[in-house]
């Protein structure tokens, strides 16, 4: 008899450890590339918002915790809804700049349009053509792009990043680290209280950050904007191409790059060029909620305290073909966040508890502006002034170990720090922000986090390949941007997609939760950050 209860032992054991595939709580490289493989397939048609994707991707997420083990993070529910407005625009297929000399601009080749009013029609007419500069208004560095202008009823034509770009003074703006008014987000915003009827951004690759494809997939499709955005937007807001802003300032008899010198001066005066712009776009409207997914570990003694993990599930969905493709994967963007975060997620819960509760927040609609964090910071499930701290993860380097940890925003707070501790014993070092000019900091959801106050970090490896050096490691990063970011090509690749520098990275987020989970530490803004005193006003 008890020959074949330990028979009928061992059975149940084998049993549950095959039920169980990962039950020591170490970080599963199997289990983070399934998650990858199944997001980024077709089947997933791109995991956008409002569509069949996001349904898929919505029931697959709540799928995956339930079997971890998580407990609903919103109340009962494990989601968060996010009202929003699609709007599909069909811009019309030229944009004419009337004057003494007129120039047409063809949709998607030298230009691209959209509106975030929710009307059926923009007809822009007649509409006076400003040169506006970087069309920033920055009151601690003395700069006003729009001063003496009225630009009712007027299209304002600015340049992308900011006036410190190239520069080698840091006290202007922040030199070479583009500052939040050098995104194009902060432009439309400023062009709208200004007055402007519409504002057209001219694209540049090293001042963008991404190539002109970038901005033609995005410029596609449909739009999504929240509800309520807090401001009355320009009628018309996009892009032009560079060779565009060439030609129009050669028929006005202009310099394009003097014209561009002299916008980077103190003291610049806005520019009327000799054209009046019409366009116009139909739209097709609808209202929707999309969802946020909200999942945790509920703390012991210190349950009411929070360290929550973010990492945005949705891409770009079914868009502009390119090389007969096109469904936009996303397997780097954000797939693989997604899946690190199931990944943490299946592993903290095998080995917790833990003293604070660990929340894992899986947004939408990043792709659309950061929108799904937008919402989350605006209706926070969890207190701002209870939230330890907030670790984002993004588009995760598919190629291999690193040596480094490049922490966006270096310098912000003392999240650094422990980041810094955990590296070291992975044999790493830190390495600040290799690409500040491309405002990275300002581009994912870490950033609506940051803006109520609440420390945030987002750092990965991606400069210096263990094995192979820093040369190897640029070659990759800059294949990906150029051939894959925001493009159907983003798609996972067995014999490419390595694993080893993501698992690096999840496991340094993982020891950095752990520690802030079981310590009694609240990290803090560093002195000259920005958001230091959002906090400091918040925790009185």
């Given at each position: 008899?008890?020959?074949?209860?330990?028979?009928?032992?061992?059975?149940?054991?084998?049993?549950?450890?095959?039920?169980?595939?990962?039950?020591?709580?170490?970080?599963?490289?199997?289990?983070?590339?399934?998650?990858?493989?199944?997001?980024?397939?077709?089947?997933?048609?791109?995991?956008?918002?409002?569509?069949?994707?996001?349904?898929?991707?919505?029931?697959?997420?709540?799928?995956?915790?339930?079997?971890?083990?998580?407990?609903?993070?919103?109340?009962?529910?494990?989601?968060?809804?996010?009202?929003?407005?699609?709007?599909?625009?069909?811009?019309?297929?030229?944009?004419?700049?009337?004057?003494?000399?007129?120039?047409?601009?063809?949709?998607?080749?030298?230009?691209?349009?959209?509106?975030?009013?929710?009307?059926?029609?923009?007809?822009?007419?007649?509409?006076?053509?400003?040169?506006?500069?970087?069309?920033?208004?920055?009151?601690?560095?003395?700069?006003?792009?729009?001063?003496?202008?009225?630009?009712?009823?007027?299209?304002?034509?600015?340049?992308?990043?900011?006036?410190?770009?190239?520069?080698?003074?840091?006290?202007?703006?922040?030199?070479?680290?583009?500052?939040?008014?050098?995104?194009?987000?902060?432009?439309?915003?400023?062009?709208?209280?200004?007055?402007?009827?519409?504002?057209?951004?001219?694209?540049?690759?090293?001042?963008?950050?991404?190539?002109?494809?970038?901005?033609?997939?995005?410029?596609?499709?449909?739009?999504?904007?929240?509800?309520?955005?807090?401001?009355?937007?320009?009628?018309?807001?996009?892009?032009?191409?560079?060779?565009?802003?060439?030609?129009?300032?050669?028929?006005?008899?202009?310099?394009?790059?003097?014209?561009?010198?002299?916008?980077?001066?103190?003291?610049?005066?806005?520019?009327?060029?000799?054209?009046?712009?019409?366009?116009?776009?139909?739209?097709?409207?609808?209202?929707?909620?999309?969802?946020?997914?909200?999942?945790?570990?509920?703390?012991?003694?210190?349950?009411?305290?929070?360290?929550?993990?973010?990492?945005?599930?949705?891409?770009?969905?079914?868009?502009?073909?390119?090389?007969?493709?096109?469904?936009?994967?996303?397997?780097?963007d954000n797939a693989s966040g997604t899946a690190t975060l199931l990944g943490i997620a299946e592993a903290m819960a095998k080995s917790g508890p833990y003293k604070r509760s660990i929340v894992f927040l899986w947004v939408t609609a990043e792709e659309?502006?950061?929108?799904?964090?937008?919402?989350?910071?605006?209706?926070?499930?969890?207190?701002?002034?209870?939230?330890?701290?907030?670790?984002?993860?993004?588009?995760?380097?598919?190629?291999?170990?690193?040596?480094?940890?490049?922490?966006?925003?270096?310098?912000?707070?003392?999240?650094?720090?422990?980041?810094?501790?955990?590296?070291?014993?992975?044999?790493?070092?830190?390495?600040?922000?290799?690409?500040?000019?491309?405002?990275?900091?300002?581009?994912?959801?870490?950033?609506?986090?940051?803006?109520?106050?609440?420390?945030?970090?987002?750092?990965?490896?991606?400069?210096?390949?263990?094995?192979?050096?820093?040369?190897?490691?640029?070659?990759?990063?800059?294949?990906?941007?150029?051939?894959?970011?925001?493009?159907?090509?983003?798609?996972?690749?067995?014999?490419?997609?390595?694993?080893?520098?993501?698992?690096?990275?999840?496991?340094?987020?993982?020891?950095?939760?752990?520690?802030?989970?079981?310590?009694?530490?609240?990290?803090?803004?560093?002195?000259?950050?920005?958001?230091?005193?959002?906090?400091?006003?918040?925790?009185?």
């Amino acid at each position: 008899m008890k020959l074949i209860c330990l028979c009928l032992l061992s059975g149940l054991l084998f049993i549950s450890c095959k039920e169980n595939t990962n039950p020591s709580g170490t970080l599963s490289e199997e289990t983070i590339r399934r998650h990858i493989i199944s997001l980024s397939s077709d089947e997933f048609q791109g995991r956008k918002p409002f569509t069949a994707g996001e349904e898929k991707t919505l029931s697959y997420l709540q799928e995956e915790i339930e079997k971890i083990g998580l407990k609903p993070g919103n109340g009962e529910s494990y989601t968060q809804d996010v009202p929003m407005i699609e709007i599909s625009g069909h811009p019309s297929e030229t944009m004419e700049l009337t004057g003494t000399k007129n120039v047409s601009l063809k949709l998607r080749d030298q230009y691209v349009a959209f509106t975030q009013r929710p009307v059926e029609e923009i007809n822009l007419s007649g509409s006076e053509l400003i040169f506006c500069g970087y069309g920033i208004v920055a009151p601690e560095y003395g700069w006003n792009d729009y001063a003496g202008l009225d630009m009712k009823g007027k299209t304002a034509l600015v340049l992308v990043n900011d006036p410190g770009l190239g520069s080698e003074d840091s006290t202007f703006f922040k030199g070479n680290t583009m500052t939040y008014y050098g995104r194009w987000t902060y432009k439309y915003e400023e062009a709208a209280r200004q007055g402007a009827a519409a504002i057209m951004i001219i694209h540049e690759t090293t001042m963008a950050g991404y190539p002109w494809a970038v901005v033609q997939g995005a410029g596609s499709g449909a739009k999504l904007n929240l509800k309520s955005l807090g401001y009355t937007p320009c009628e018309l807001q996009g892009w032009i191409s560079l060779d565009a802003a060439k030609e129009i300032f050669s028929s006005a008899g202009l310099d394009l790059r003097e014209s561009m010198m002299a916008a980077r001066k103190p003291g610049f005066k806005a520019q009327p060029l000799p054209y009046s712009v019409g366009a116009s776009i139909k739209n097709d409207i609808r209202e929707n909620v999309s969802k946020n997914v909200i999942a945790m570990i509920p703390g012991t003694d210190q349950k009411d305290e929070y360290i929550i993990f973010s990492a945005h599930w949705d891409h770009l969905g079914i868009g502009a073909v390119v090389d007969g493709d096109s469904i936009y994967n996303g397997a780097r963007d954000n797939a693989s966040g997604t899946a690190t975060l199931l990944g943490i997620a299946e592993a903290m819960a095998k080995s917790g508890p833990y003293k604070r509760s660990i929340v894992f927040l899986w947004v939408t609609a990043e792709e659309q502006g950061l929108l799904g964090s937008a919402y989350y910071a605006a209706y926070p499930v969890f207190p701002p002034d209870k939230t330890v701290a907030n670790l984002n993860i993004d588009g995760m380097a598919s190629y291999g170990e690193m040596n480094d940890l490049s922490v966006i925003g270096f310098g912000q707070s003392d999240l650094e720090t422990y980041a810094a501790r955990w590296a070291e014993k992975q044999n790493r070092y830190i390495l600040p922000d290799q690409e500040p000019e491309k405002g990275y900091f300002f581009r994912s959801d870490h950033f609506n986090f940051a803006k109520i106050g609440i420390p945030a970090l987002y750092a990965e490896g991606g400069f210096d390949h263990r094995t192979k050096g820093k040369e190897y490691a640029k070659e990759k990063s800059d294949e990906y941007r150029t051939t894959a970011y925001h493009l159907p090509n983003d798609e996972y690749d067995a014999a490419t997609f390595e694993l080893g520098g993501i698992l690096q990275d999840a496991e340094l987020y993982r020891n950095v939760a752990s520690e802030l989970g079981n310590n009694q530490d609240w990290p803090k803004w560093k002195p000259g950050s920005e958001f230091k005193a959002i906090r400091e006003s918040g925790k009185e």
